[in-house]
């Protein structure tokens, strides 16, 4: 290894261990939600590659990594709980104008909460960004790679400016950035019926199938407006009979365990085929679902 990749690798764990120590110190302050003794142990994201083309947006992402703890102190001292249908509105009109594609509402479960992390508020905002369809195509490529990194930077700002929004508006909020974050993602999107999750364990919704990212605010909105339904429920049935993204893995890194399927972090090589080659990606939900019933 050079001296360069020598240098990028020591400062990539100083920024990785600054972003968990300030996501650590949220279970000191009053009133958080802590995780449960079911909740799983977070790893450490992966380093992405750095390259010259990159580095600016890399730099954005840990930047914006901090901020979603920095930015706690202008959470408002008494931050309203209640909300009506216009705020609502307001609300998914403006995440739409600054590219977020999706936006769902849950009650977040304390198993979902990383162990040892805590967030602020127990109510939560989904947001998901699509990911550019040519790109995921592409994989494994350094077009693949550079579009990861591009998304996960814009919805990263993306999520803190809505967490702003919100604390215009006089209510709490808390936001988890999508390369790293406090809770398991494509679960709690799961329970807020925006999908379902596939073997790969990436969630596969019906606009885009697994191709997305996804960020949450947690927030004092008590009486967010939940989907109490799934219809994506027969996803998993679907997904038992294909299992294209097992076979195609090429470091073999999605087991199957106590008929449960595991993604083995160390083999996982971060390719991408598992979200190229997914049925989901290359024939439409609608398609899919009808040939299903």
């Not at 008494?78 to 998914?92: K, R, V």
Request: hydrophobic share 35%.
């Amino acid at each position: 290894m050079g001296i360069i990749e020598q240098i990028k690798n020591k400062y990539a764990d100083y920024r990785l261990n600054k972003i968990n120590k300030l996501e650590n110190s949220v279970k000191e302050k009053e009133g958080c939600v802590m995780a449960s003794a079911l909740s799983p142990e977070k790893l450490m994201p992966d380093k992405l590659k750095i390259t010259l083309k990159t580095l600016p947006k890399q730099l954005s992402i840990a930047k914006n990594m901090e901020f979603t703890v920095k930015s706690l102190k202008a959470n408002p001292k008494n931050p309203g709980i209640e909300a009506d249908n216009e705020f609502f509105d307001e609300l998914e009109n403006y995440a739409k104008s600054v590219s977020i594609d999706k936006v769902g509402y849950v009650k977040v479960p304390q198993e979902l909460i990383f162990k040892d992390k805590a967030i602020s508020y127990e109510n939560a905002i989904i947001l998901i960004m699509e990911m550019d369809k040519k790109a995921v195509d592409a994989a494994p490529s350094d077009e693949t790679q550079e579009m990861g990194v591009i998304t996960y930077d814009e919805l990263g700002k993306k999520t803190n400016e809505i967490a702003n929004f919100l604390r215009e508006k006089r209510f709490g909020s808390h936001a988890s950035h999508p390369a790293g974050g406090f809770v398991m993602y494509p679960h709690l999107a799961q329970y807020a019926g925006l999908g379902y999750r596939g073997r790969h364990g990436m969630l596969i919704t019906p606009e885009f199938g697994p191709r997305q990212r996804i960020s949450v605010i947690f927030t004092s909105i008590q009486n967010l407006p939940v989907n109490d339904l799934n219809e994506h429920l027969w996803i998993p049935d679907f997904c038992a009979k294909c299992g294209k993204c097992i076979r195609k893995c090429p470091g073999n890194a999605i087991v199957e365990k106590d008929s449960r399927t595991k993604i083995i972090k160390d083999l996982c090589h971060g390719c991408t085929i598992c979200m190229r080659d997914c049925s989901f990606n290359n024939v439409r939900y609608e398609n899919i679902r009808n040939k299903y019933h």
